[in-house]
């Protein structure tokens, strides 16, 4: 991954997990988000909390993960990030964001689009784990790079959120599309971009 690309998804994952952090330890849960939201929010508060900080966990140790220097020089720490990320961030986030996703705000599509995202996020990331246990070390990078292009739906949810918000559109029609837009086009351009050609051993 090239040094500017590197930087600008590093910012924006840290810039979410960080506001995560801030907004689901300081501030009453469910305030940020639209009231017709809360109710399910504060009916599920122990599912809230272990999807949120569980992908927050995710989006802080993703970007290192690709970052060469690490891998070489420290290859333990990788295998320790790697770790974390996808016990605490994927297994425990995405099993929380499944559960979730079956009471998602907007009907039908948006619990199919969400349930869909959890799945996948977890199917990704159980194939990374079992390609890197099977040393095949090609296949793994690549199964990694599907996994985090969902894990940063978070971010850009949170944009189409703006942009949708900012164009007037009623919260209630545009929800139910983030809920595909926040991580489909992620994991297809990914892979169209970084999966094109074998990886340099």
Do not use: E
């Not at 297994?91 to 907007?106: N, S, V």
């Not at 940063?152 to 959120?161: D, N």
């Amino acid at each position: 991954m090239k040094t500017l690309s590197w930087w600008a998804l590093l910012l924006c994952s840290l810039g979410v997990a960080g506001y995560a952090l801030y907004a689901y330890s300081f501030l009453p849960l469910g305030s940020l988000v639209h009231p017709d939201m809360q109710v399910v929010f504060n009916q599920h508060q122990l599912a809230i909390y272990v999807h949120v900080f569980g992908s927050l966990t995710a989006l802080a140790l993703g970007p290192w993960q690709f970052l060469s220097t690490l891998r070489s020089r420290y290859p333990q720490l990788h295998r320790w990030f790697g770790r974390v990320y996808l016990l605490v961030g994927v297994l425990l986030g995405g099993l929380a964001g499944l559960a979730l996703a079956q009471t998602a705000f907007g009907g039908l599509v948006s619990i199919v689009g969400f349930t869909g995202s959890a799945l996948v996020w977890l199917i990704t990331g159980f194939m990374a784990f079992f390609c890197v246990m099977k040393k095949d070390f090609d296949a793994h990078r690549r199964w990694m790079i599907r996994n985090f292009s969902v894990t940063f739906s978070a971010v850009t949810l949170r944009i189409y959120l703006g942009a949708f918000m900012a164009s007037g559109i009623p919260f209630t029609d545009f929800y139910p599309l983030l809920a595909w837009l926040s991580w489909v086009p992620n994991l297809l351009i990914a892979d169209w971009l970084f999966n094109r050609h074998p990886a340099p051993r």
